[in-house]
């Protein structure tokens, strides 16, 4: 699990997984060369935020290739396409997001292909890209 502890929720999340048995490490925040290193170890990016705009972390992850899970809010819905480039469920429905968790263990061919749409389309957003395209509508 990884990033800062915004909302004091770590420590809860912490005694919750001690209580079920669950191995899970809790990494905090990491450097961005740590966090890509760390990705090549893992193949899904859970993330159940409950509001973010701009989510980078979730850009990193499109970019890394990895399956996205996330939460419906804020700005992903902009970035993320639900069964074409990721699985989006509703915020703090639970079920829903183990469900999803579920559908991409057991259809691996299927979350291979939203991770490469993923991919494809964060290429699209890339500054390199963007920057053109600034430069010949403003050129």
């Given at each position: ?18 209580e079920?048995g ?8 990491l ?34 290739g ?6 419906n809010?804020?700005g992903?819905?902009?970035?993320l ?12 429905n ?8 579920e ?11 939203m ?8 290429e ?16």
């Amino acid at each position: 699990m990884i990033g800062p502890d915004k909302d004091g929720s770590l420590a809860l999340t912490k005694a919750k997984a001690k209580e079920l048995g669950l191995n899970v490490e809790f990494t905090g925040q990491l450097s961005k060369e740590v966090w890509w290193k760390l990705s090549e170890e893992h193949d899904i990016f859970i993330n159940t935020t409950h509001f973010d705009n701009t989510p980078v972390s979730i850009m990193e992850a499109m970019a890394l290739g990895l399956s996205i899970i996330s939460t419906n809010v804020g700005g992903i819905p902009y970035l993320l396409t639900n069964n074409e480039n990721a699985l989006l469920v509703k915020d703090n429905n639970v079920s829903e997001m183990v469900k999803a968790i579920e559908v991409v263990i057991s259809n691996p061919q299927n979350a291979i292909s939203m991770s490469q749409n993923a991919r494809i389309a964060i290429e699209k957003i890339d500054w390199e890209i963007v920057k053109e395209k600034w430069n010949t509508l403003l050129g």
